[in-house]
DNA sequence: TCCATACTATTACATCTGTAACATTTACAA
DNA sequence: TTGTAAATGTTACAGATGTAATAGTATGGA
């Protein structure tokens, strides 16, 4: 499993940026950014910057500017944070968790679907298990 | 929505431990910690002491001795963890989420028998609303 | 009573984070 | 060509975190 850098709360907001679209120039970033945020220019370069170091954005130079982009990708890091997730809060965890995202309404009907499917197929699979093990 | 102070990485050690079993004393927290990291025990004591601070974790002086027990409930946590998570990835990541927690084998067949039953329930709810609308 | 022990309290210090100011270089317009 | 704007680079600084050392205090045994 590939390592994925330590990345902090602000730093995440520039990454979501860069899944959503990529390459961007550090302007594009900050232009975004402005607007959801407070943050000066000079915060959001700083960010930039300290994603470079930690290897999780590379860049290309073209010309004059820098073209930025993500070096891990969206999934990964869900990941990531979900092993950490549980590492803190144990299996135990996710029956809380599920039911705070729906009560947060953000599922929609298909992405329910979908996860009552992954459900199933577990499902199935702790029954071919348990007979196999008879 | 109670507030939930921001507890950190090496924190959370300490509150799991907490949730666990409490009241506990310092030296009750000192030595199940060390035997699960290398910290010292002046570390983990800095670390309740922190938490003190944070009011995540309250206590009563008995005799000479400090009896330590949570201010927040493990529930409460996972809930503001999960809302953070929502944050950062957006509903989209519930989906590889729960593919790890499957994965990693974190759930067992009531579990999943559980969260079939959310699930099921959000899906009912859908419905409605959508029959409503009509 | 007085010291060793066990606890608690205070202080330290390097990194990481959030938040930015100030400085320098480059490129284009006048 | 030279000043100015835009882009990039360097430096700053306070608060949080990881990790602990040192100092003070109370308490029970010699």
Redesign the interface.
């Known amino acids: 499993m590939k390592k994925i850098p330590k990345i902090s709360?602000a730093e995440?907001e520039v990454m979501?940026l860069l899944w959503k679209k990529s390459p961007a120039t550090a302007n594009d970033v900050v232009k975004t950014l402005s607007g959801k945020t407070h943050w000066k220019r000079e915060t959001i370069r700083t960010l930039i910057n300290r994603l470079v170091q930690k290897k999780a954005v590379g860049f290309k130079k073209k010309g004059r500017q820098y073209h930025y982009f993500p070096l891990v990708t969206?999934?990964e890091?869900?990941?990531a944070?979900?092993?950490?997730?549980?590492k803190?809060?144990?299996?135990?965890?996710?029956?809380?968790?599920?039911?705070?995202?729906?009560e947060?309404e953000?599922?929609?009907?298909e992405?329910?679907?979908?996860?009552?499917r992954?459900?199933?197929k577990?499902?199935d699979e702790?029954k071919k298990k348990r007979n196999k093990s008879r």
Chains 1, 2 share one sequence.
């Open positions: 709360e995440w979501k969206e999934a890091c869900v990941r944070e979900t092993t950490s997730f549980l803190r809060f144990g299996g135990g965890s996710i029956e809380p968790m599920l039911a705070a995202f729906v947060e953000k599922l929609s009907t992405k329910i679907a979908k996860l009552r992954i459900l199933k577990a499902a702790h």
